[in-house]
């Protein structure tokens, strides 16, 4: 007879939502379930934000080594250990997988099982792992399953062993030449990691531009840098198909445009985005609505279609940013226990994009800010012109910045520069609080520091 558990709330995956949320419920005294079947901590820890990171400051040593002769400092000899590299990747994620699993292991009213969670109906559920199925019923359910990669359908890929954003990381050994499919967020971290590491690298890119949201001016800066870095890039690329040739490399036949041709290259990584982890939750079977790429709709305080069902994180579609799973937790913690006001109505969504110098960004892009109806001006600053960016010898990239015209709020603001992501956490703050830029341009902010630039850059607007 299969086993039948009953809980007053349930948890499905354990990523930077899932198990604060976990605790959360436990903690106000509710028997709680966290299912999870794979690695606690969900992708953020074991295969995105903390792995990667990681490599990607190894990857910054190494570049700054190589150009330790521009500062006037003589290094020879310089190597790159990749097993080292993984092995202090490992240990990270390791300690930060870890305390997590203590943490719930020691919470009371808390159970974590592990399995794949299937609904049977609206407040049911089946878990199934290699040996055991148990039933679970359960008055509140929330659903942080997250994403997987997207793997595309193109002649010839399901008989070459292809790498992804997990299994690149994995790799003992560098490539001779990493071909990258894809021109995002992960494929143009990696593609640069690896080139800075030793390897050569070919990123095809589909769209017209690299990093496709953004505005063009920014994303042409990103491409201007990563070719002065040695890497091939190829826009309005479309692969035709995938094999090895004679070598027993891997070649991709592309589409450049009207011209066709071969790239060949030790190994492939394919960074084409993400899917919606919802095929095997089976969300249908409970009657909770999901759109035609798979996320689960939710309103503004994160409900599903059903009465007592949430969805928060990547799964229910919109920016797949590990601070948004985790501010979803919040909203739907207010709204249960707090003053019930919780809601992303309103909420500012910053990122930064870990390339070097960083890509940080918050608020709307230019095009956005058009498409919005308001009247808008434009202000742009070049890094070249930071003092805090010549000093430090990183002036490539810009700062960027769009403001309502009649009101003097700021829109939207992007630097592609070192130290990006910081910055525009600083604009965030002035954008939360509801300054006007005049207030940045007319601040008195320590010098030499990158933020100071922003006197300038509220200065130099475009006419």
């Not at 930077?16 to 976990?22: D, I, T």
Request: hydrophobic share 40%.
């Amino acid at each position: 007879m299969r086993e039948k558990k009953r809980y007053e709330a349930v948890v499905i995956g354990s990523g930077q939502g899932g198990v604060p949320l976990a605790m959360t419920l436990a903690h106000k005294g509710l028997k709680t379930a966290l299912i999870e079947s794979r690695f606690i901590g969900g992708t953020c820890v074991n295969y995105g934000c903390t792995p990667t990171k990681t490599m990607v400051a190894s990857a910054r040593v190494a570049h700054i080594v190589q150009k330790a002769a521009d500062y006037g400092v003589t290094i020879e000899g310089m190597k790159v250990d990749l097993q080292k590299v993984r092995e202090r990747k490992r240990s990270i994620v390791n300690m930060f997988r870890s305390s997590n699993e203590k943490s719930l292991a020691s919470a009371e009213n808390l159970d974590l099982i592990r399995g794949t969670a299937r609904f049977v109906d609206a407040h049911t559920l089946e878990i199934t792992d290699s040996a055991t199925s148990v039933s679970i019923e359960a008055e509140k359910i929330f659903i942080n399953t997250g994403t997987s990669p997207r793997i595309p359908r193109l002649q010839g890929i399901e008989d070459i062993p292809f790498l992804d954003n997990e299994t690149v990381m994995e790799l003992a050994k560098l490539p001779r030449h990493l071909i990258v499919l894809g021109g995002g967020y992960v494929g143009l971290e990696f593609g640069q990691m690896f080139r800075r590491f030793g390897s050569s690298v070919t990123i095809v890119q589909r769209g017209p531009q690299l990093l496709v949201r953004e505005d063009e001016d920014v994303s042409e800066e990103i491409r201007s840098l990563f070719v002065s870095e040695g890497i091939e890039v190829l826009l309005k690329a479309n692969v035709q198909s995938i094999s090895r040739d004679e070598k027993g490399d891997i070649a991709l036949r592309v589409a450049v445009g009207e011209r066709i041709q071969t790239i060949s290259g030790s190994h492939l990584l394919v960074a084409t985005g993400r899917v919606k982890s919802t095929k095997e939750l089976n969300p249908q079977g409970a009657g909770i609505q999901t759109d035609d790429h798979g996320a689960i709709i939710v309103n503004d305080r994160l409900e599903t279609s059903v009465d007592n069902v949430w969805a928060l994180g990547d799964v229910k579609g919109g920016p797949a940013f590990t601070h948004i799973s985790y501010d979803d937790y919040r909203i739907i913690s207010r709204n249960l226990f707090g003053d019930g006001k919780g809601s992303t109505v309103g909420r500012i969504v910053p990122y930064t994009v870990f390339i070097d110098p960083q890509l940080g960004r918050v608020g709307m892009t230019e095009r956005e800010a058009l498409a919005s109806g308001r009247k808008i001006r434009i202000a742009s600053l070049p890094m070249k012109r930071v003092a805090r960016a010549l000093e430090t010898d990183e002036t490539r990239g810009l700062m960027k910045a769009e403001i309502d015209a009649d009101t003097g709020e700021i829109l939207g603001f992007a630097m592609f520069g070192i130290q990006g992501g910081e910055v525009a956490g600083a604009v965030q703050i002035a954008m939360m609080g509801q300054l006007p830029y005049s207030t940045l341009r007319d601040s008195a902010f320590a010098h030499p520091t990158l933020v100071e630039a922003l006197n300038n850059l509220f200065s130099s607007f475009r006419e």
